[in-house]
């Protein structure tokens, strides 16, 4: 069966996003399996965030704009595509295992929450940076701090 723990998951997660330009690199530790769902899910939440980014840009022509919008597009295929395999690794690890006596059920799928740890990770990844600045003022720094600890509670508790 594969091994898929938050801790883990939380960690490989963070670990990627402090290699500056991982997710553009196509650096892969996985061939295939369980974690290179992983690893391809969080790289399109990665590359889906940039982009998103570039579609934000308020003097871009418009040409550029639509072109970022399709890069969304593909990206978010190839993000549910990720969420699809990891599902399918773990339903068929599981598919002859008795469910856990007591166990929660939870609305989402497991792909969907591994989705969830890694698009909390980017928001934490960014709201940290936002912290650290120093070309603003201490309200907004203040501000991004507790939204961080808003950001860190949240996945403590999905992870849990």
């Not at 490989?12 to 295939?32: K, M, Q, V, Y």
């Not at 690893?39 to 590359?47: G, L, M, P, S, V």
């Not at 650290?132 to 003022?137: A, E, I, P, S």
Request: proline residues 3%; aromatic residues 4%; hydrophobic residues 40%.
């Amino acid at each position: 069966m594969p091994e898929l723990n938050s801790a883990d998951l939380v960690a490989f997660h963070d670990a990627r996003l402090a290699i500056p330009g991982w997710a553009t690199s196509g650096a892969s530790d996985h061939a295939e399996g369980l974690w290179k769902a992983v690893e391809d899910n969080h790289r399109n939440n990665c590359a889906l965030w940039d982009e998103e980014d570039l579609a934000r840009r308020r003097h871009a022509p418009d040409s550029e704009i639509a072109g970022n919008k399709r890069a969304i597009d593909r990206y978010n295929q190839r993000r549910n595509d990720a969420i699809e395999r990891i599902d399918e690794h773990l339903l068929s690890a599981l598919a002859s295992a008795a469910p856990k006596p007591g166990a929660r059920l939870n609305s989402e799928t497991a792909g969907s929450m591994c989705d969830r740890l890694s698009i909390l990770s980017l928001k934490i990844h960014h709201m940290r940076i936002q912290t650290l600045r120093t070309d603003v003022d201490q309200a907004h720094v203040d501000t991004c701090k507790a939204k961080l600890a808003r950001l860190l509670e949240q996945r403590t508790d999905l992870a849990g």
